[in-house]
């Protein structure tokens, strides 16, 4: 119960840094590679595939339509067209939308703007193939679309009082029933799972970043702004008994303990994102999701890698940009206004009333599978032997069974999410994680390769079929 109370019964990011899933697929000539993610909650594996370079297809199956929304939303602004968005703007938006409680107004006013288009993109199949040409909603069902609608609807709706969605009270109502009487001391307690838990695991996490987001929800703050609206995107329906009747019931019901800095912000491939002085990171989690997510959005539109140095940290003092000139700004504003000037000019040639997105440089076809549908797909032709890879999130690994295997090909791997990251679990339930990860892998005939440990973001096995089906 405290778990769920914890982690939610929605879970909005993943509980595990972003990998390139293309990297667990064995090396296969025949293109494209097939790959299936259970539960994963966000696009973050997504888009590091999305930048392999490979041609590949990401069958997609998660738990709610409000996730789904999400995808729908994020992927707009990954790909939304330069003319129109600069890469820190997209940078800036996706965190903030992503992973805050309370976000700008600017970025209320991109979701108001672009629930029109979203829409569209649902109820014509047509333009969505126009417009988003990678992701494929052709196997969504009729009333899971109308839901998404709905939900889409809502996120748009005008609330100029902030009381259709109030997530400052929401999310005190959670910490307060996950913490109970420990509430009054609820820093000690943030403490203490930030010592013991994520510490060691999650070096480049900060524990006052950490700290602020357990009690307020917000977590990246990328740019100065006032951080006041609702962010209706992590708003989800719920069934409850309300004075004796099933009612849905819509508020927040995410994670309240691990914070979405674990898809982005706890590693680097940048040794210098691990520099340490005085026995303090130089790099906030904030500041490493900000550079993972811009190199990430930079090689999906352009196919090239980034190669920028991230910004100076908070503890140097660069003359070059920190100068101050005449009128009072840094070089570093100046440059922002320079930039944020020629966009201006450049969306004067486009038709903004439209959808401006561009096609990305790899070759991936995103495709949403209809809700609960694990079980369904096993019994289907067309799915038989037709998977790479299948993934499974640690909230979804009860579906790791020998009909799991009729859908991956006769030489596939299967990965499967850890929980070292999952603040309320006991030192006992970790442990026990693995070694029942191992027994459903063996009545599916899968063995666990190489030095797979506790460790470990994921565990990785492969499977070998030796008899036909």
């Known amino acids: 119960m405290a778990l769920l109370q914890g982690i939610g019964e929605v879970s909005w990011w993943g509980l595990t840094p972003s990998q390139d899933l293309t990297s667990y697929c064995r090396s296969n000539k025949d293109s494209p590679l097939r790959v299936l993610t259970i539960g994963a909650s966000d696009l973050r594996h997504v888009l590091e595939t999305m930048s392999c370079g490979r041609e590949v297809e990401v069958f997609v199956l998660d738990t709610n339509l409000e996730q789904y929304c999400r995808h729908l939303l994020l992927l707009s602004v990954v790909l939304q067209d330069p003319r129109v968005m600069g890469l ?69 709706a005008p609330n100029e009082k902030n009381t259709a969605f109030p997530i400052e009270k929401l999310w005190d109502g959670r910490v307060r029933s996950y913490l109970g009487d420990r509430y009054d001391a609820g820093r000690n307690v943030f403490d203490m799972d930030f010592s013991m838990k994520l510490k060691e695991r999650a070096s ?46 819509r508020a927040y019901w995410g994670d309240v303990v691990c914070s979405p800095y674990l898809a982005h912000g706890i590693f680097s491939t ?43 940290d908070r503890f140097s003092f660069d003359a070059k940009q920190q100068k101050e000139t005449a009128s009072g700004a840094t070089l570093e504003e100046v440059k922002e206004e320079e930039e944020e000037e020629e966009e201006e000019v450049a969306r004067d040639e486009i038709d903004l009333s439209e959808l401006n997105l561009v096609k990305p440089s790899c070759n991936v076809k995103i495709r949403l599978l209809p809700l609960g549908t694990v079980e369904q797909m096993q019994k289907k032709a067309c799915y038989e032997r037709f998977f790479d890879l299948i993934y499974l999130s640690s909230s979804q690994v009860h579906y790791f069974t020998p009909g799991l295997t009729t859908m991956l090909k006769d030489d596939a791997n299967l990965l499967v999410e850890n929980v070292k990251f999952v603040t ?46």
């Open 204 to 249: 480049l996490l900060d524990f006052n970043e950490y700290a602020t987001w357990r009690q307020t929800g917000k977590s990246y703050d990328v740019r100065d702004g006032v951080f006041d609206t609702p962010n209706r995107t992590l708003s989800s329906g719920v069934i409850r008994m309300v004075r004796g009747e099933k009612r849905l019931v």
């Open 424 to 469: 309320p679990l006991t030192k006992e339930q970790e442990a026990a994680y693995l070694p029942k990860v191992k027994e459903m892998a063996l009545a599916a005939k899968c063995e666990l390769l190489g030095s797979n440990t506790e460790t470990n973001n994921n565990f990785h096995f492969s499977f070998h079929r030796t008899e036909n089906l």
């Open 270 to 312: 940048l040794k210098s994102m691990y520099e340490v002085r005085n026995r303090i990171n130089v790099r906030t989690a904030s500041e490493v999701a900000e550079y993972n997510i811009m190199s990430l959005i930079h090689q999906i539109n352009t196919g090239t890698p980034y190669t920028e140095p991230p910004k100076p």
């Open 88 to 156: 820190q703007e997209k940078t800036e938006l996706y965190l903030d939308l992503y992973g805050n409680s309370l976000v700008r107004s600017a970025s209320m006013r991109f979701i108001r703007s672009h629930v029109i288009h979203l829409i569209r993109m649902l109820t014509d199949e047509d333009y969505q193939q126009e417009v988003l040409p990678i992701l494929d909603l052709s196997r969504l069902k009729f009333k899971e679309r109308d839901f998404m609608e709905s939900i889409l609807k809502f996120w748009a």
